[in-house]
């Protein structure tokens, strides 16, 4: 079964400050893993995924297997992150390409 | 990219009735899923077609049911409607190949009253 556990609904932080959003999962495979954010009365859109290994708006996320983490980093917050955050899982293949998204993690970033 | 639209943006059904979602998705998007967010929640998968067969199903009832067209268009049904189906529904595509991250429309807010 695919899993994925976001344990903190709400993070606030102050701006310029280091972020990190949490995210476990459980899979019987290869997942792609990906973060989703959702801004005020916005569509949900794409922030990274883990097999591109980019930084998107000073985000990173490191894929951890070991510890099947997939923690959403940024070393200083700004007030335009403040946004629903989802960590989401997907199989390769077919019917596991579904995704499975956490609960979210509501960010703000306070001046 | 915003290659993925929904209709209508907003909708409120009695219960008992039936309602049709829609969902036009970018040329070339294969893939299509459903998921269904409620207040406060992540979203849920309903149900995914490739080809316009489906081919994956969530933990969801038979009264959900879906279509998908060759157009890249695709619908998503609900009978006999209860309050529970209150909810934000998503539809999503994407390419077949690499990358595999989806794109997302911007929903459709469904009210039963």
């Known amino acids: 079964a695919q899993r994925v556990t976001q344990p903190e609904k709400l993070l606030s932080v102050f701006k310029g400050a280091p972020v990190e959003l949490k995210c476990n999962y459980s899979y019987s495979g290869s997942p792609e893993l990906f973060w989703y954010v959702q801004y005020s009365r916005q569509r949900l859109q794409l922030l990274l995924r883990?097999?591109s290994r980019e930084s998107i708006k000073g985000f990173t996320a490191d894929l951890n297997k070991g510890e099947t983490s997939f923690h959403l980093k940024k070393p200083f917050a700004q007030e335009e992150d403040s946004a629903m955050y989802y960590c989401?899982?997907?199989?390769?293949?077919?019917?596991?390409?579904?995704?499975?998204f956490g609960e979210g993690t509501q960010l703000t970033v306070n001046p | 990219e915003t290659g993925v639209t929904q209709s209508p943006t907003h909708l409120i059904k009695t219960r008992g009735q039936q309602v049709t979602l829609r969902c036009s998705s970018q040329s070339g998007h294969n893939t299509v899923s459903w998921y269904q967010q409620a207040l406060g929640q992540g979203p849920q998968f309903i149900f995914q077609y490739y080809r316009e067969e489906e081919n994956g199903r969530g933990n969801f009832p038979p009264r959900f049911s879906g279509l998908q067209f060759p157009n890249y268009s695709s619908e998503l049904n609900v009978n006999a409607l209860e309050l529970d189906d209150s909810a934000l529904y998503l539809c999503a595509s994407r390419w077949e190949v690499l990358p595999y991250g989806y794109t997302f429309g911007s929903g459709t807010r469904l009210t039963v009253v």
């Open positions: 989401a899982l997907s199989g390769l293949k077919g019917s596991g390409s579904r995704l499975t």
């Open positions: 883990h097999i």
